[in-house]
């Protein structure tokens, strides 16, 4: 979920319960249906400008008022109430804990993998890097040629410059915290 889309996720579920509105009610009034509503303020949805001015039009807002920046100060994030970002049923699901955002300078994804899962990324290029943390299991990361198990609470640098991959060798399933710092900002 980019900066735009977690604003107007935000700024829509905080609209709807400032005005007292259900989902329902608020596509009755809007004319954009109650999924499409519920997948933009879980941040899934990419709307577009049409479906905006739709709901501009029918809560009677300012397209400011549904964009403006969110400063979402200290937060809690529970897996079990997201959606994933990304997920290969039966293999591994993946979510995008906390997005880039204005003032901050990295990502985070929890990655829960089950039994012989493996995730394959390509190369992100030069300063590119991925600090893992395993949680739970153990997990075998793979970099170019080298390979690394790295196991619960254990910390991996990984540098992202090539293809790589993580997989579960294990007979159960495995949870890591992936954290990817913007290593062209300054810190």
């Given at each position: 979920m980019?900066?735009l889309?977690y604003n107007?996720?935000?700024?829509?579920?905080?609209?709807?319960?400032?005005?007292?509105?259900?989902?329902?009610?608020?596509?009755?009034?809007?004319?954009?249906?109650k999924?499409?509503?519920?997948?933009i303020?879980?941040g899934i949805?990419?709307?577009?400008?049409?479906?905006?001015g739709?709901i501009i039009?029918?809560?009677h807002?300012?397209?400011?008022?549904?964009?403006?920046?969110?400063?979402?100060?200290s937060r809690?994030?529970?897996?079990?109430?997201?959606?994933?970002?990304?997920?290969?049923?039966?293999?591994?699901?993946?979510?995008?804990?906390?997005?880039y955002?204005?003032?901050?300078?990295a990502?985070?994804?929890?990655?829960d993998m089950?039994?012989?899962?493996?995730?394959?990324?390509?190369?992100?290029?030069?300063?590119?890097r991925a600090?893992?943390?395993?949680?739970?299991?153990?997990?075998?990361?793979?970099?170019g040629?080298?390979?690394?198990?790295v196991?619960?609470?254990?910390?991996?640098?990984?540098?992202?410059?090539?293809?790589?991959?993580?997989?579960?060798?294990?007979?159960?399933?495995?949870?890591?915290?992936c954290?990817?710092p913007?290593?062209?900002?300054?810190?």
């Amino acid at each position: 979920m980019d900066d735009l889309n977690y604003n107007v996720a935000v700024n829509l579920k905080r609209i709807r319960r400032e005005k007292g509105m259900s989902l329902e009610g608020m596509a009755e009034q809007t004319g954009v249906s109650k999924s499409m509503l519920a997948q933009i303020e879980k941040g899934i949805a990419n709307p577009s400008l049409g479906v905006i001015g739709k709901i501009i039009g029918g809560l009677h807002i300012e397209f400011q008022e549904l964009i403006e920046d969110v400063s979402p100060g200290s937060r809690l994030v529970h897996i079990k109430e997201m959606e994933p970002t990304k997920e290969v049923r039966g293999k591994y699901k993946i979510w995008n804990c906390f997005p880039y955002e204005n003032n901050c300078v990295a990502k985070i994804y929890r990655i829960d993998m089950e039994p012989g899962a493996e995730y394959t990324g390509s190369s992100q290029g030069k300063k590119a890097r991925a600090y893992i943390s395993v949680l739970e299991g153990e997990v075998k990361i793979r970099c170019g040629e080298e390979a690394y198990l790295v196991g619960k609470e254990d910390v991996f640098c990984l540098e992202m410059d090539r293809q790589h991959s993580y997989r579960n060798d294990t007979a159960k399933r495995i949870s890591l915290i992936c954290f990817f710092p913007d290593c062209h900002k300054r810190y």
